[in-house]
């Protein structure tokens, strides 16, 4: 696995270096043990399955093998409050890699869901560990359904894999490569402005719901035309009266009017 990925790598530092097992609780959980121990800027730790995959607000990621599970060890000079930001810098990035392994309709769901026709590819969990001087680091967990045909009864509906949508296996390393490939652009041009301001023409291109009426999903429940995302990463929402609403992630989430997407 790691001389395949490195076949494909062409980063100056993201994935250097490389730890990899065939199975592990989670790869998020393993690089924040590494981190604890010696934080090593765009340090890539990958799993052929996880037996603890973990997805979202305490959610489960099934990690069965066949698709790829890895997370990667950053150590930004960014204020606190700007990390969310970076799990839409890696959105765009798994778009754009996704797009060019893959001739498929792929999309970002705001603020960091891939979905392709209508159903969920991929994942990505975010964390940080704070501390008295401000952050210590962060790791990008990244999980894209490749290879698994079938899914969990209580997902199917929302879940796909690229081999159902191509109809062909894909090669795992290149998948994960090609992210970082792409990540570490995206990524440096992130910590130019600490804000998606360079990112923002391609974010907004690859938005699924971009122009479309959106529901947006919290305490009160808000519809309106999606707009795009500002510099700061959150959702522009017209309401019906014609107001821009800022929606902040992690605080709501966003829905099609009539499904997932
Ligand atoms: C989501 O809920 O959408 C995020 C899922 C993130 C899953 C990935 S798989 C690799 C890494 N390790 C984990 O335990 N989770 C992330």
Redesign the pocket.
Known sequence: MVNRIKQYLHTEWMGTTIVYEEE??????R?KLIADENVTNGTLVV?KR?T??????G?Q?C?PEG?????LMLNPDVHTEYVSRITLVAALALEKSLSKIADLPIRIKWP??IVVSGR?L????TEAKVCSDGLEYVIV????NANQKEFDASIRDMATSLLNELGREVDIPQLIAEFLNEFEVCYNQFLQTQDLSLLLDDYNRSLVHYNQPVRVIGEDEMIGISKGISESGALLLQTEDGRLEYIIAGELSVRGLYGYV
Do not use: E, H, P
């Open positions: 592990m609780d989670s790869t998020n959980l690089a799993a996880q603890l995959g973990r997805g979202r607000l959610r990621w990690s698709n790829a599970y890895f997370s960091n869901d969920k991929c994942g990505i969990l967990g990244v999980g894209i």
